[in-house]
C-alpha cells in the first residue's frame, strides 16, 4: 500500500492515478481517509496533552497530601481535601477521555488501513491509459510467428497419442480443471520446469527457493489485492491458511515486516512451486486444454531491490523470461499493460506472449511486474 503520508500530502495525485486506472468509484476514498487520517493524529495528540495534564495532576497530589496529614486547622484541611478531590475527579475524566480517545483511534486505523489496501498504487508515467486488456501496447517481437502448411493438432491431442493424460480420471478424482499426466509427458513436464530452474540459476545466478505452498490470511492481504484474492485464492477451512496461486506470494510474504540490511540488496531469487488457483472471473477454466486450470506448477523470479533501481531489474526480468522462450526457439512478444490491466499493488507490468500455431495468434504464457 502507498505511505499514508504520500496519500495525506498528494491526494490530488492519488485520484488523477485512480482516475487513470478507471476506478472513479474509490475517489471518494481519498478523502475519507485523509479526513481520518487528521482526526486520528488529532486524537493521538489529545491523549499525549491529557497524559502530560494527568501526570501534573497527579504530582501536584502528593505536596497536598503531605500538607493534609500535618494540618490541625479543620477549615484548611476541608480546604486541602476539596482541592484533591477536585484533581483526583479530573485525572478520572482525563482517564476516560483516554480510554474513549484510544478506542476512536483503534477504530480509525482499521478504516484507514481497510481503506489503503484498495487505493491503487502510483502507475509509472510510462503505463498506457486504457480501462482493460483490449487497450494493451504491443512493444516488440522476438522471432517470427510462422503457420505450417498442415494442420497442427490441439495440445491434449498431442499429448494423448503419446498416452500422456488422463482428464477424465482426474475430473472423476477432483473434478473439471485437473490432469494426470503420464509417461513421457510427464518426463517433458518436469524437463521443461528444470530447465527454467536451470536457466534462472545457472545463467541469470538467481538463488533457488522452494517456498511454503500456504499462508496467513495476513501475508495474502499483503501481497495481493482483493479482487485477485476472491478469484484466485482457496481458503482452508477453519484454518488461518491459503493455498498459494502463485509462489510470488509467499516468495514476497518472505520479507513482510522485516528489515534488510542494505548491504544485502538486491536479492535475486527463483522458485518452483505447485499454484492452486480458483479462476473466477473472466477468464475461467479452459474446458478442453491444460492452460487454465486450478493446479499447475510455475518457475517464478523475485528481486528485492532499491526502489530506484526496481525498473532497470523489471528490465532484465522480461528480457529474461523473453531469452528462454527464444532458447525453446518459440516466437514470442512483449505486450505492455494498461492502466486499467495492472492490479493495485503494480506500478507497471508487461505479459510475454508465445505465438501458438495452431490458434494463429499469440497468448501469454508469463507476466513480469514492478
Not at 41 to 59: C, P, T, Y
Not at 65 to 86: M, P, R, S, T, V
Not at 225 to 239: D, L, N, R, T, V
Request: net charge negative; with cysteine; proline share 5%.
Amino acid at each position: 500500500m502507498l505511505d499514508i503520508r504520500f496519500v495525506r500530502e498528494n491526494p490530488d495525485v492519488v485520484k488523477e492515478n485512480i482516475r487513470k486506472k478507471f476506478q472513479d468509484e474509490k475517489l471518494p476514498l481519498v478523502d475519507e481517509v485523509v479526513e481520518l487520517d487528521a482526526k486520528r493524529r488529532a486524537a493521538i495528540a489529545e491523549v499525549e496533552s491529557l497524559k502530560a495534564a494527568r501526570n501534573k495532576l497527579s504530582k501536584a497530589n502528593g505536596p497536598l497530601y503531605g500538607q493534609l496529614k500535618k494540618c490541625a486547622d479543620e477549615a484548611k484541611k476541608a480546604e486541602l481535601q476539596a482541592q484533591i478531590d477536585q484533581n483526583n475527579a479530573a485525572v478520572k475524566a482525563d482517564d476516560d477521555r483516554r480510554a474513549e480517545l484510544d478506542q476512536q483511534v483503534t477504530e480509525m486505523d482499521a478504516r484507514i488501513k481497510e481503506i489503503m489496501y484498495v487505493i491503487p498504487n502510483i502507475i509509472d508515467p510510462s503505463v498506457p491509459i486504457g480501462p482493460d486488456d483490449s487497450c494493451n501496447v504491443e512493444v516488440q517481437r522476438f522471432g517470427e510467428p510462422v503457420v505450417p502448411d498442415f494442420e497442427v493438432p490441439h495440445h491434449v491431442d498431442i499429448m494423448a497419442r503419446f498416452d500422456g493424460i488422463d482428464k477424465d480420471a482426474a475430473g472423476r478424482v477432483a473434478g473439471m480443471g485437473f490432469y494426470y499426466l503420464l509417461g513421457d509427458i510427464a518426463r517433458l513436464h518436469e524437463a521443461v520446469l528444470a530447465y527454467a530452474r536451470d536457466f534462472m540459476i545457472d545463467e541469470k545466478h538467481f538463488t533457488y527457493v522452494i517456498p511454503p505452498f500456504m499462508m496467513h490470511g495476513d501475508v495474502v492481504k499483503g501481497v495481493m489485492s482483493f479482487p485477485e484474492m476472491e478469484a484466485m485464492m482457496y481458503k482452508i477451512e477453519g484454518e488461518d491458511l491459503y493455498l498459494i496461486g502463485t509462489s510470488e506470494h509467499t516468495m514476497i510474504g518472505r520479507f513482510i515486516d522485516q528489515i534488510l540490511p542494505e548491504s544485502q540488496l538486491p536479492l535475486t531469487l527463483t522458485s518452483y512451486s505447485p499454484c492452486f488457483r480458483k479462476e473466477v472471473g473472466s477468464h475461467g477454466l479452459e474446458e478442453r486444454g491444460v492452460y487454465r486450470i486450478h493446479q499447475f506448477e510455475k518457475q517464478e523470479m523475485i528481486v528485492v531491490c532499491r526502489p530506484e533501481e526496481s525498473m532497470d531489474w523489471y528490465n532484465k526480468l522480461w528480457s529474461y523470461s523473453v531469452e528462454l522462450f527464444r532458447n525453446l526457439e518459440i516466437p514470442v512478444r512483449q505486450l505492455e499493460c494498461c492502466s486499467g490491466d495492472l492490479a493495485d499493488l503494480k506500478v507497471k507490468s508487461c505479459d510475454i506472449e508465445a505465438w501458438s500455431p495452431r490458434q494463429k495468434k499469440y497468448f501469454e504464457v508469463c507476466s513480469c511486474s514492478n
